[in-house]
């Protein structure tokens, strides 16, 4: 269909609003947006091969009945979470089915012998979660169509095929905003250039296809180094049609991975991967992968005897006698140059945030300069829409949709080095330093700029590896198990455990996060709730967690019915009345009247207490109540160390403070702590002293932001209660996030600082008003603030508000409809 299209389309020398370059999916993505937002801007697609699709290429072969039907040779899953292709595919139309998974799966690494599997492989992803897998659903009639389909709607008239880019020209180098001159090549016909001269160019071709083409100024460094760094993938796919799925019918369900060595352990068998392919219609197909470094050199003949054997090695002799079958060397295919995607080497990958910018007039797409699903159709979907929105910003179209162009960070600009992405968790790498508040400003202004008022969340990782580092230089000898009740963002636990943190869970759930991480084992983990569910206790031993407190018989006996082999740890009340909150009420024995019988009742009942914990109270003011619980921790070891159980945990518990203050600092209880540690369990004991912080990490790395929606003048005497105030002007403003959200850690932590106008106003700084501070939701009891005092505010300004990580998140509701704000990741290069 497109051959035809492209023998009529001629290219002639001319201009253009904008040239793309590549008709695959990003490309004609790009395309189709900028037209969809102005039909009257020329845009022109040149293509260098002879068809549309690029790494997509649907194909037909013979199959069951003497019939044919359609197959992807190229790019054929998409997976639920793939969010930019799965709506592409709705939008045109196009059916999709299920992959067939049924049955028993093969699996063949170097020598060893085949063996089942239970793996989806590869319909998992990195979080071994089948719903969010890439490779799960298939689309009905092949992945080609996407890109017909778009030409469609683009007009086939602006689509050249077998015309390739060789060569960019700045007209006036000096100007960013000046007009490319492009330097075309016909591919049928050698002699034939064509110059376009176009506004604005899209590149939407690979990253090593990028780096074959000659600019008339060079290109900035960085991007040169990243695009002669990048080199494709090397598979080779097939597809081989069956007249019956006949391994459905043995049980198997065509899933093969296989990396297996032939008798020559530097040879490999072909299989790579196999997944069964049977269209919607019911024809019966096996497609795969093998991997071309042994196998592209073979005769297409001999490859395909040798991937038939293969398959008959796993499958049975069935196997080996298709209805029709062929395979494509991608290697080998011009414009393409490798499958699937871009493999971006070790150390390259810093340069991909500046890869991706803008240069000049010419801006980037294709899969690998997508920010999610990199090197997936799903990636160049989005890396399209990017690309052609930040054409049409500079175009000065008015349908620019902000949420593809990422601008939330690009005010950083040159400040943020590259993102690294943690599950579907973007983070910010900055060259330099940046604060909390000069990070919230330059986030709230762009936020302004766009009329969204949304609250927002920043999350400094870098304050959270220094808050680390200061715990070991000032405990040393005291082992943090972060308590994970108090922030469980993955990213502060994945941080934490990768410095050698280990985790105190409350519960099933928290231990279950901590295990699917996969950051720390068992061993590192404390089950610090000395009240647990049974069905919990059964779950800690099946996953290996031995260490659990305890401050009553009933849970001795509990441990006793549902753990193998529990390591108790005995919880001792021994509160700090000052503390913000006191624990002693719920939690702990009395540590002299209790606690000897607990360790006694524990000997009876042949249960193994290997320490004793306390926790001084969150909040904690008075750092010798630390001395305090120590002296009874002693005096416990000794007592049970007597009756014969091998003591060595002091468990410290929780209680530092998230920031320092006039009162308390980390300094002043280390100072008490290291002390009563040495009087009381020398060093040459060779103790565990292990703590359980929450807040001391959670706190200061987290800062929220909130938008004044409302803002009401009433009498400052209604806010202070006080008659003498009728007379002057007070207000009360309505934030949008509020103690059902973030907030809620004024009810429960009794914490909640006053929100600071995030930026300065000349004229209305100095003076001052009483004022209350209301969140969004309609319940009277959501205030933050009941009297604060502040500059006169006005609806639109941002309010921020410091150390807001601790008991926050982990307890935020969406009472109201309100949702959680979005959370900024960020960190500083020097930190990683
Ligand atoms: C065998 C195979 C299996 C895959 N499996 C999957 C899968 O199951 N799921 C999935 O999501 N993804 C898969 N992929 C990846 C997916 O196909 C690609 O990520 C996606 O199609 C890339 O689209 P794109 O538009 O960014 O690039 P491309 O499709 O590569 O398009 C770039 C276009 O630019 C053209 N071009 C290059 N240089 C020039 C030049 N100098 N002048 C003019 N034109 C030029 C090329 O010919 C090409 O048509 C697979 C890819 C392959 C090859
Ligand atoms: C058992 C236990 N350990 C540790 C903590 C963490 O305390 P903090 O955040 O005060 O350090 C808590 C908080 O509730 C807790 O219950």
Same mark, same amino acid.
């Given at each position: ?14 201009? =253009? ?53 359609? #197959? ?28 067939? $998974? ?21 319909? +998992? &992803? ?6 969010? !897998?890439?490779?799960? +659903? ?5 992945? /080609? /169509?996407?890109?017909?389909?778009? =030409? ?73 180094? %990243? ?70 050199? $073979? ?39 490798? =499958? ?33 699903? +990199?090197? @997936? ?24 949709? #902000? ?5 939330? #960070? ?59 580092? /200061? ?51 068992? *061993? ?16 800690? &031993? ?18 006793? /019915? ?67 619980? +120590? ?46 540690? *040495?009087? @009381? ?15 001391? %990490? ?41 103690? @059902? ?17 995030? %930026? ?5 700084? !100095? ?10 939701? =309609?319940?009277?009891? &959501? ?23 601790? @008991? ?9 409809? %309100? ?9 500083? *290069?020097?930190?990683?």
């Amino acid at each position: 269909m497109p051959g035809k299209e492209v023998k009529e389309n001629v290219l002639t020398n001319q201009n =253009c609003d904008v040239l793309v370059v590549g008709a695959g999916i990003s490309g004609l993505v790009s395309a189709r947006e900028i037209l969809k937002a102005d039909p009257g801007l020329k845009v022109l697609i040149i293509e260098g091969k002879n068809r549309v699709g690029g790494r997509t290429h649907t194909v037909e072969l013979k199959c069951a009945g003497g019939e044919t039907e359609k #197959w992807d040779i190229g790019g054929q899953w998409v997976g639920k979470t793939q969010t930019h292709i799965i709506d592409l595919i709705k939008e045109l139309d196009l059916e999709t089915y299920d992959q067939y $998974s049924e049955g028993t799966k093969w699996i063949q690494i170097g020598n060893s012998k085949h063996r089942e599997y239970d793996s989806r492989f590869p319909i +998992i &992803d990195k979080t071994g979660n089948t719903d969010t !897998g890439a490779d799960a +659903i298939r689309i009905t009639g092949g992945t /080609q /169509q996407i890109s017909q389909k778009l =030409c469609g709607i683009i007009g086939w008239d602006k689509i050249h095929l077998n015309q390739a880019l060789l060569k960019l020209n700045f007209l006036d180098e000096n100007d960013d905003d000046t007009l490319v001159e492009a330097i075309i090549q016909s591919t049928l016909d050698e002699t034939k250039i064509s110059k376009i001269t176009a506004k604005r160019v899209i590149l939407a071709i690979p990253p090593a296809e990028c780096s074959k083409i000659r600019f008339q100024s060079p290109l900035p460094f960085d991007k040169k180094q %990243f695009f002669d760094g990048c080199y494709q993938g090397n598979f080779i796919k097939f597809v081989a049609t069956y007249e019956t799925p006949f391994w459905r019918e043995d049980g198997f369900s065509g899933e093969i991975f296989s990396m297996g060595f032939t008798n020559n352990p530097r040879e490999t068998h072909p299989l790579y991967s196999v997944l069964d392919a049977t269209t919607a219609t019911g024809k019966s197909a096996l497609v795969g992968f093998c991997n071309n470094e042994t196998w592209s050199d $073979s005769t297409p003949k001999a490859r395909k005897e040798a991937v038939l054997k293969d398959l008959a090695r796993f499958l049975g002799d069935k196997a080996l006698k298709p209805i029709d079958y062929v395979d494509k060397d991608w290697g080998q295919e011009i414009f393409t140059g490798g =499958c699937p995607t871009g493999i971006i080497p070790a150390g390259n990958m810093a340069g991909l945030a500046r890869a991706r910018e803008p240069w000049k007039t010419i801006h980037f797409a294709g899969t690998e300069m997508a920010t999610v699903w +990199i090197g @997936y159709m799903s990636g160049g979907v989005q890396s399209g829409l990017r690309a052609s929105h930040e054409v049409l910003l500079k175009l000065g179209n008015k349908n620019v949709n #902000w949420d593809y162009l990422n601008t939330d #960070w690009n005010f950083a600009g040159k400040m943020v080095d590259y993102f690294e992405i943690f599950n579907d968790t973007k983070i910010a790498i900055f060259h330099q330093r940046i604060d909390n508040k000069t990070l919230c400003e330059k986030i709230a202004r762009v936020r302004s700029e766009k009329n969204d008022d949304d609250p927002f969340v920043v999350l400094n990782l870098t304050i959270l590896i220094d808050k680390y580092f /200061q715990w070991k230089r000032e405990l040393p000898r005291v082992k943090p198990f972060y308590a994970v009740k108090c922030n469980d963002d993955p990213l502060i636990l994945r941080t934490l455990g990768a410095l050698g943190c280990g985790f105190d869970c409350a519960s099933k759930n928290e231990i279950n996060k901590i295990l699917k991480l996969n950051i720390v084992g068992p *061993e590192k983990i404390i089950y610090a709730n000395p009240c647990k569910t049974r069905g919990f206790v059964a779950h800690a &031993d099946q996953v290996g967690i031995r260490r659990m407190t305890f401050d009553n018989v009933e849970e001795l006996l509990k441990v006793k /019915q549902f753990h193998s082999n529990p390591e108790m740890i005995l919880r001792i009340a021994v509160d700090d009345p000052t503390a913000t909150i006191q624990m002693g009420m719920k939690f702990g024995c009395d540590p002299v009247s209790v606690a000897p019988n607990l360790l006694q009742k524990a000997l009876e009942l042949q249960i193994k207490v290997v320490g004793i914990s306390f926790h001084v109270g969150t909040g904690c003011k008075e750092p010798f109540t630390f001395e305090t619980a +120590i002296k009874h921790s002693r005096d416990l070891f000794d007592f049970g160390i007597q009756l014969g159980h091998h003591m060595k945990v002091l468990d410290i518990g929780g209680g530092f403070p998230g920031f320092d203050t006039d009162h308390i600092s980390l300094t002043k209880i280390a100072n008490v702590v290291n002390c009563a540690l *040495e009087k @009381y369990f020398p060093v040459e004991g060779n103790y565990e002293i292990i703590a359980e912080p929450g807040r001391f %990490f959670a706190a200061a790395p987290m800062s929220v932001v909130t938008n004044i929606i409302s803002s009401v003048k009433v009498p400052a005497s209604r806010i202070t209660r006080k008659k003498s105030d009728a007379n002057k002007d007070g207000f009360m403003y309505y934030v949008n996030e509020g103690t @059902y959200g973030y907030f809620n850690c004024k009810f429960y932590e009794h914490y909640c600082p006053p929100g600071e106008p995030l %930026f300065p106003n000349p004229l209305k700084d !100095g003076k001052l008003f009483h004022c209350t501070v209301w969140g969004p939701t =309609c319940d009277g009891l &959501d205030q933050m603030e009941e009297s604060s005092m502040k500059r006169n505010l006005e609806v639109g300004e941002w309010l921020y508000y410091p150390n807001m990580g601790a @008991y926050t998140l982990s307890t935020a509701t969406t009472f109201n409809g %309100f949702k959680n704000p979005k959370i900024y990741y960020f960190i500083d *290069e020097k930190s990683l």
